[in-house]
C-alpha cells in the first residue's frame, strides 16, 4: 500500500513556543491531506481538510491561528501548533488521500506532543 | 447531525473466541464506512464498505455492511492476543473521513 511518512514521531517543547509537524506521501500525490488529533484513550478527532493549493478548512470549534496547516504540494502538508500550552498535548495524525474513494485514505504514523 | 456509534465499548475476551464488533450510524450523503485496527500508533486500515450485503473478509477478519437497517458488524474468529487494539469505525462524509469513538478489545491467553 500507499505509504505516508510523518515526523517527527514525537517531540517535547517548551510553553509559549512553536512545533511544526510534517506529514508527506511518499509514491502518491496526496490531493487532500487530513490532519486528526488524539486524546488518550478517545478517538480521532478530525481539525481540519487540506487541500494542495487551497486554504484549509477547519472543523467546528478548532482555532485556525492556533494550528496553522499549509498543505504547498502534492506530497507535503505541515501542521504547525503555534505558542503550544500544555493543553495541546496529544497524538497528531495526519492522513493522505489521492481524492478518489475507491481506496482508503493512508495513515501517517502519528506524532506524539508533549507541552512542558 | 451525522453520528457514528460502536458497541460495545470495551470487550475482554479469552483466546480462540468469536468476537462480533458493531457500529451503527446515522449519515446524510453516505458514501462508505470503513474499519480501522489502532494498537498504539496510528489506525491500520481494515474494510471499506460500500454495497450492502457483500461481506469482506481477510483471515480470520470478516465485515459486511446494512445499509437498510444501517449497521456493519466486524466479526474476528479464533481471536488471538494480537488482536488486542482499539477497533474504529469511520465513515466518509463530504470527502472526510469521521471515526466512531471506538470499541477496545482485550484478549486474554
Same mark, same amino acid.
Given at each position: 500500500?500507499?505509504?505516508?511518512?510523518?515526523?517527527?514521531?514525537?517531540?517535547?517543547?517548551?510553553?509559549?513556543?512553536?512545533?511544526?509537524?510534517?506529514?508527506? #506521501? *511518499?509514491?502518491?500525490? +496526496? &490531493?487532500?491531506?487530513?490532519?486528526?488529533?488524539?486524546?488518550?484513550? %478517545? #478517538? *480521532?478527532?478530525?481539525? +481540519? &481538510?487540506?487541500?494542495?493549493?487551497?486554504?484549509?478548512?477547519?472543523? %467546528?470549534?478548532?482555532?485556525?491561528?492556533?494550528?496553522?496547516?499549509?498543505?504547498?504540494?502534492?506530497?507535503?502538508?505541515?501542521?504547525?501548533?503555534?505558542?503550544?500550552?500544555?493543553?495541546?498535548?496529544?497524538?497528531?495524525?495526519?492522513?493522505?488521500?489521492?481524492?478518489?474513494?475507491?481506496?482508503?485514505?493512508?495513515?501517517?504514523?502519528?506524532?506524539?506532543?508533549?507541552?512542558? | 447531525?451525522?453520528?457514528?456509534?460502536?458497541?460495545?465499548?470495551?470487550?475482554?475476551?479469552?483466546?480462540?473466541?468469536?468476537?462480533?464488533?458493531?457500529?451503527?450510524?446515522?449519515?446524510?450523503?453516505?458514501?462508505?464506512?470503513?474499519?480501522?485496527?489502532?494498537?498504539?500508533?496510528?489506525?491500520?486500515?481494515?474494510?471499506?464498505?460500500?454495497?450492502?450485503?457483500?461481506?469482506?473478509?481477510?483471515?480470520?477478519?470478516?465485515?459486511?455492511?446494512?445499509?437498510?437497517?444501517?449497521?456493519?458488524?466486524?466479526?474476528?474468529?479464533?481471536t488471538q492476543t494480537g488482536d488486542s487494539a482499539v477497533y474504529l469505525c469511520a465513515f466518509i462524509r463530504d470527502d472526510k473521513i469521521i471515526f466512531g469513538k471506538g470499541t477496545r478489545l482485550h484478549i486474554l491467553p
Amino acid at each position: 500500500g500507499a505509504v505516508v511518512s510523518q515526523h517527527p514521531s514525537w517531540v517535547i517543547c517548551k510553553s509559549g513556543t512553536s512545533v511544526k509537524i510534517e506529514c508527506r #506521501s *511518499l509514491d502518491f500525490q +496526496a &490531493t487532500t491531506m487530513f490532519w486528526y488529533r488524539q486524546f488518550p484513550k %478517545q #478517538s *480521532l478527532m478530525l481539525m +481540519a &481538510t487540506s487541500n494542495e493549493g487551497s486554504k484549509a478548512t477547519y472543523e %467546528q470549534g478548532v482555532e485556525k491561528d492556533k494550528f496553522l496547516i499549509n498543505h504547498a504540494s502534492l506530497t507535503l502538508s505541515t501542521l504547525t501548533v503555534t505558542s503550544a500550552h500544555p493543553e495541546d498535548s496529544s497524538f497528531y495524525i495526519c492522513s493522505a488521500s489521492s481524492g478518489t474513494w475507491n481506496t482508503e485514505a493512508f495513515f501517517g504514523q502519528g506524532t506524539r506532543l508533549t507541552v512542558v | 447531525e451525522d453520528k457514528v456509534v460502536q458497541s460495545p465499548l470495551s470487550l475482554v475476551v479469552h483466546e480462540g473466541d468469536t468476537v462480533t464488533l458493531n457500529c451503527s450510524y446515522e449519515v446524510t450523503n453516505f458514501r462508505s464506512l470503513l474499519w480501522y485496527k489502532q494498537e498504539k500508533k496510528a489506525p491500520t486500515f481494515l474494510f471499506m464498505l460500500t454495497s450492502s450485503g457483500i461481506e469482506k473478509k481477510s483471515g480470520r477478519l470478516s465485515s459486511i455492511l446494512d445499509k437498510k437497517e444501517l449497521f456493519s458488524i466486524l466479526n474476528i474468529t479464533a481471536t488471538q492476543t494480537g488482536d488486542s487494539a482499539v477497533y474504529l469505525c469511520a465513515f466518509i462524509r463530504d470527502d472526510k473521513i469521521i471515526f466512531g469513538k471506538g470499541t477496545r478489545l482485550h484478549i486474554l491467553p
